[in-house]
């Protein structure tokens, strides 16, 4: 084992066994973004789907309420 993987930061408890090399490779090319959101607000989203939906919504009632101000005058 090298000295630079005996001194690293590991903590015991972290196990990568089960990780998967490049799994996000191909989404992080076609330029996904990672946020992270506050904990009251991840309470609610448990995954990126539920995110997705969420902000597509709101997405849809900006463009909604621009057509109808546009349209109003």
Do not use: C, W
């Amino acid at each position: 084992m090298s000295q630079d993987i005996e001194s690293s930061d590991m903590r015991p408890e972290y196990d990568f066994a089960q990780g998967e090399r490049g799994r996000h490779r191909k989404a992080y090319l076609e330029g996904t973004n990672v946020v992270l959101l506050e904990p009251d607000v991840a309470s609610v989203f448990k995954d990126s789907a539920s995110v997705n939906h969420a902000l597509r919504l709101l997405l849809q009632l900006a463009q909604d309420e621009v057509k109808r101000s546009l349209t109003n005058g």
